[in-house]
Every structure is written in C-alpha cells, then in structure tokens.
C-alpha cells in the first residue's frame, strides 16, 4: 500500500513519463504494474510532497452529469470516489473505455439557472468529504464500472468479458428494480438488424418464430441470443436497437414485439439507483461502494512523509 501511495503521488507531478499502459478488456490489470513503476521512480516518489493528482473542478464537473443532485447525499458521495477512482486509473496510464466528460461551469449555471449555487454546493461537498479517497483491489485503483439501474441483481464480470474481475460479482440489489416495456415494429427492428449484419437470414413477418434467447446469466441478463442464422451477444442486441438493457422478455404483438426490459445499463458494479436506495435505508457511502465492488478497500492516494 504505501509503494502505491508513493507512486500515485509522484505521477500527479510527472504524467508526461507514465507509459500508456494497455490492459484486458474488463479494465482489470495486476498490482504488478504499480510495482514496476515504483521501482523505476521510487527516489523520485519519495521526494513528492502531497501533489494533487486528481483535478477537483473536473471531478465536480463529471459528477454533476453522472448523478443527480436529488438523489440522497450519501448516494452522491459514493459516486464522486467512484468517478475519482476512475480518473485515478486514466492518471496512471491504465487504458479506459473511455474518458469521462462532465459539465463545464457555463452548462451548469445554465442548466440550474438561479439554483446553481445550492446545487452546486452539493457536489463540492460531495467531492471535499471524500477527498483523495479511492477504491483499490490489491493495490490498484479498481475499474469502477456502474450504471444507472439493475433488474433486481447486479452482474458478474465475467458474464461479460470472459475474464474474472474478483471485485467484479454479482450481488443482490432488490430493491433496485425498474422495468420499461418497449414497443418496435418488427420491420423496423429487422432493418437495424440488416444494417448492422448483412449477412442475416430473417423474415419479418415471421419475426417472433425467429428469436430464441440460447443463454443468460445468473442476473438474468441475456448473454446471447439467436435472430434467424444469426447468434448475438445479448450486450450487442440491445444496442442496436436501443434497449435500456439486455435483461429482457419478449411478447408478441401483431405487427409488433413488446421487450419486457428491467434495468438501465450494463449492469455491471454499482448500481447508481440502487445505492440511492441503500442510502434512503441508511447505508453510508462507504457502506455503498463495499457491497457493490466486493473485497476492495477505500484508501487516500495523497503520500504523506
């Protein structure tokens, strides 16, 4: 632990000497990557006097498009570790999906109009009761994957990328659970399907008789699905054709098929309306981010001679 604080310390000085670092497609990469950029910097780390790794505004920013203000405080707080968490691995060189991108002080101010400073002063406060704190797993800030609601279970990593994120699992979210009918027509959802696969079989009017779900997951989110010739990844159906999630029925209806969708998102790590709940029954924001992300520890990254 203190190899790694000394490290994330001396990186908040020298981000232009950090190699980019790629990793598995989870996100998920061993300590041994922290070890072998202390052994390289280990004097200069050592000379660092509480740099400030992590950009407050920016973290504000993020959170603010991440989170609504109106949900409860602790639930706010247990996000903003969870987006410095993430900001914490870019800073490192261990490669993201992708860069989070929050509100700049104009869109907020013109978004909130003449409740902008009570709003805002909910986030920043979020942000300074959580400061410098991150969440690690061995060692490593973790790859704080969340989403907005789950269908009543959150998902195992693995379900996903095939690889095993230990901090990754599924647990039980039951009071997390939101449902949306969707409603497509069928012409319309095989010339999404066609667009994106040319190559597949499918008869529309026949459409129903043509769909088989071939496997779910433990959370009963669809991990793969057959449409005419064609297997999917549940993950890949639902993004065609715009589902909230892939943890879906489906029912027949005419010249339509009705999508039964519980959830909003991946559903993978913490659920964001789910930790809402969990700080309305009392749970603290530690509490929060210790039963979504399993084993990990909450940690200040700033060193401290």
């Given at each position: 632990m203190k190899n790694f604080i000394r490290?994330?310390?001396f990186i908040g000085g020298c981000l232009f000497l950090i190699p980019l670092i790629i990793v598995y497609a989870s996100g998920y990469q061993s300590g041994e990557v922290l070890q072998e950029i202390n052994r390289q910097k280990q004097q200069e780390a050592a000379k660092a006097n509480n740099p400030s790794l992590i950009d407050q505004e920016k973290l504000i920013g993020i959170l603010a498009k991440e989170v609504p203000y109106t949900h409860e405080y602790e639930a706010v707080k247990a996000q903003a570790v969870v987006v410095r968490t993430y900001m914490a691995r870019r800073i490192l060189g261990i490669q993201n999906k992708g860069e989070l991108v929050g509100y700049t002080a104009e869109e907020?101010?013109?978004l909130w109009g003449e409740n902008y400073n009570d709003i805002y002063k909910t986030y920043?406060?979020?942000v300074k009761e959580t400061q410098n704190e991150i969440i690690l797993y061995n060692d490593e800030p973790i790859e704080a994957l969340y989403h907005e609601a789950s269908g009543g279970r959150t998902r195992d990593a693995k379900a996903v990328?095939?690889?095993d994120i230990p901090y990754l699992k599924n647990v039980v979210s039951e009071e997390d659970n939101i449902s949306k009918q969707i409603k497509l027509s069928k012409s319309e959802m095989a010339n999404q399907l066609r667009e994106v696969y040319p190559d597949i079989v499918i008869d529309e009017t026949l459409l129903e008789n043509q769909i088989q779900i071939v496997e779910k997951d433990e959370a009963e989110?669809?991990?793969s699905i057959q449409i005419g010739n064609a297997i999917?990844?549940?993950e890949d159906f639902r993004t065609i054709l715009g589902l909230p999630s892939s943890n879906f029925s489906i029912f027949n209806q005419g010249k339509y098929l009705v999508f039964d969708v519980r959830g909003v998102g991946h559903g993978i790590g913490l659920s964001q309306n789910g930790a809402n709940e969990l700080a309305k029954s009392g749970k603290t924001y530690k509490d929060i981010i210790k039963y979504y992300y399993t084993d990990i520890s909450i940690q200040n990254y700033v060193?401290?001679?």
């Open positions: 490290t994330i310390a907020m101010k013109k920043e406060q979020a990328y095939n690889v989110y669809i991990k999917l990844k549940g060193y401290k001679k």
